[in-house]
């Protein structure tokens, strides 16, 4: 095929590829733009996951009637004008093309009306067409509704995932950015549903409980840190609370969400050594950087970023988080006591187990104990991790951690935590379909983030299957009555909280 010059609407649509990859991606540009007009109020309703409809409102600086054609036009901003403009954003919004892409692969309308106009605008786009532009009344502000989006890009269409993941991506976002700005009042609902509601007070401990529960809120650590022109504040979770996975690591820059692999191993590594392996802490930090030391210019979307010196930032992260760490859960010294051969005092954690038999206290002179396979005074049931491990004899017990024992071919240690869990589930595999429940005294209320509660309402069968009973109670809460009878002296919301992460 020759060369040929790409018609202006399919090189708009390839462009807006890169801006506009599925929903979530027109929620962060509009709630951007929203953010950078100044916005105190901004809500966000959504239909069908964002596929039908996204419309954003905002109470800020709105646009002038004549600029309205311009704010939908590629590479038009009002946020930069020079090259050199480039090294000291402070705007989230600076390329001048998000309306465009959006315009070019949905049905765009955007109603503004300029604070030092009487009247407002209405402008009306169809892939990436202007369609009609009219004055209209209407209050100070902007509102911006982005239908069918995708609607001539079919190919786009059939690549987003499930309704349930693109609203979650959606829900993550708004969560993230309304703990960025808690000064901002940010509403969030789908298909008429409120998800979140901020009230725009300032106070980001009181998002974050809304977000991960009063409970988890309190717990977390809060970062204040600044040095060298460089500020991080936020909030880290203790040692005592970790995730499976990295998504709840969160950072800002210059209030910019951004991913960044510096950022995060930087406070993985404050962390080493206290989390065990597979596990991550949760953050959510907000960065101050001089807006010349950072190039955000990196990628359309903007969620990348370059550091000038990134092992200043690093190590900044990395401080940040280890001072927190230390001034409030000091990591306990093992004082020489705790090395303890004698009485062995099975502790709670391994109660009816099967683990906290008697012939587990140490034997100075005796034959190496079957650990594994001796029946326990609560249950003949033979303890089930014996798969593997040879027979072994009771040392001592290290920091209420570890056991010490001896075996056939040297010195074992074992961490009593990793193996409660083994045990308790392998007891939950051998009762597989029949799991039994306990019905709680007092039902317990149960608070979770947008994203959390919709895989529980998702998943309610599921969870009542493996024996918890829940039903939902109003926005984002849940009843929880019954609990599987292994957990009895567990904490139910700790408990529900690793099964959201594990679905
Ligand atoms: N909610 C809003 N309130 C006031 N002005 C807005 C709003 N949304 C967009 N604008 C105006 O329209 C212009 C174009 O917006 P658009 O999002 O396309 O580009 P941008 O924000 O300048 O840059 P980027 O492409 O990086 O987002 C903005 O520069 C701003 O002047
Ligand atoms: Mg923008």
């Known amino acids: 095929m020759s060369i040929q010059v790409l018609s202006e609407e399919l090189a708009s649509q390839i462009a807006a590829g890169e801006v506009v990859e ?6 962060k540009e509009l709630l951007e733009n929203a953010i950078d007009a100044g916005a105190s109020r901004i809500s966000i309703r959504v239909e069908d996951a964002g596929k039908k409809k996204i419309e954003v409102s905002d109470d800020g600086t709105g646009i002038p009637i004549d600029e309205l054609p311009l704010a939908v036009s590629r590479h038009a901003t009002s946020k930069i004008n020079t090259a050199e403009d480039l090294f000291h954003i402070r705007t989230l919004g600076f390329r001048g093309e998000a309306l465009a892409s959006i315009g070019s692969v949905s049905r765009l309308m955007v109603l503004s009306r300029n604070a030092d106009s009487q009247v407002g605008a209405r402008i009306m786009v169809e892939g990436g067409r202007i369609v009609s532009k009219e004055m209209t009344g209407s209050v100070t502000g902007t509102i911006v509704r982005v239908s069918d989006l995708f609607y001539n890009t079919p190919a786009r269409l059939k690549f987003l995932k499930r309704d349930v993941t693109e609203r979650q991506q959606i829900d993550t976002l708004v969560s993230r950015y309304a703990m960025a700005y808690a000064g901002k009042a940010i509403h969030l609902e789908h298909d008429g549903k409120a998800v979140l509601r901020t009230s725009g007070n300032g106070e980001r401990r009181e998002v974050l409980a809304q977000l991960y529960g009063i409970e ?5 650590l809060e970062v204040v840190f600044e040095e060298e022109g460089m500020k991080i504040e936020g ?3 203790p040692i005592s609370i970790s995730r499976s996975n990295r998504k709840d690591m969160t950072f800002f820059i210059n209030g910019r969400w951004v991913q960044d692999v510096t ?6 590594k404050a962390y080493q050594t206290y989390l065990m392996v597979g596990r991550y802490p949760l953050s959510i930090l907000f960065i101050e950087i001089p807006p010349e030391a950072v190039d955000v210019n990196v990628h359309p979307a903007k969620a990348e970023v370059r550091f000038r010196e990134p092992d200043r930032v690093f190590t900044a992260v990395q401080r940040a988080a280890k001072r927190a760490l230390m001034a409030y859960a000091p990591i306990p010294q093992l004082a020489a006591a ?3 051969s004698q009485a062995w005092n099975p502790s709670p954690e391994l109660d009816g187990t099967g683990m906290n038999a008697r012939p587990m206290q140490p034997q100075s002179t005796g034959q190496p104990q079957p650990m594994a396979e001796t029946p326990s005074s609560s249950s003949v049931e033979p303890a089930p991790f014996a798969a593997g491990i040879p027979l072994l004899r009771l040392v001592g017990q290290i920091g209420a951690t570890y056991l010490v024992a001896e075996g056939p071919d040297g010195l074992y240690l ?7 869990e083994r045990v308790l589930y392998e007891k939950m595999q051998r009762q597989k379909e029949n799991i039994p429940t306990q019905p709680l005294l007092e039902p317990l209320l149960i608070q979770l983030p947008p994203q959390s509660a919709q ?8 969870l009542r299957k493996i024996g918890f009973h829940l039903e939902e109670f109003g926005r984002n809460s849940f009843r929880l009555s019954a609990i599987p009878a292994l957990f009895t002296q567990k904490d139910p919301r700790a408990a529900i909280n690793s099964v959201v992460e594990d679905f």
Not at 22 to 27: C, E, G, L, Q, W
Not at 455 to 462: A, G, M, S, T, W
């Open 235 to 237: 909030y880290i979770s």
């Open 414 to 420: 074992i961490d009593q935590h990793a193996a409660h």
């Open 22 to 27: 599925r929903p979530a991606s027109v929620v």
């Open 216 to 220: 988890l809120a309190r717990q977390l």
């Open 338 to 340: 705790s090395w303890s």
């Open 455 to 462: 895989i529980i309402c998702d998943n309610l069968q599921v």
């Open 263 to 268: 950022l995060v191993s930087a406070l993985f």
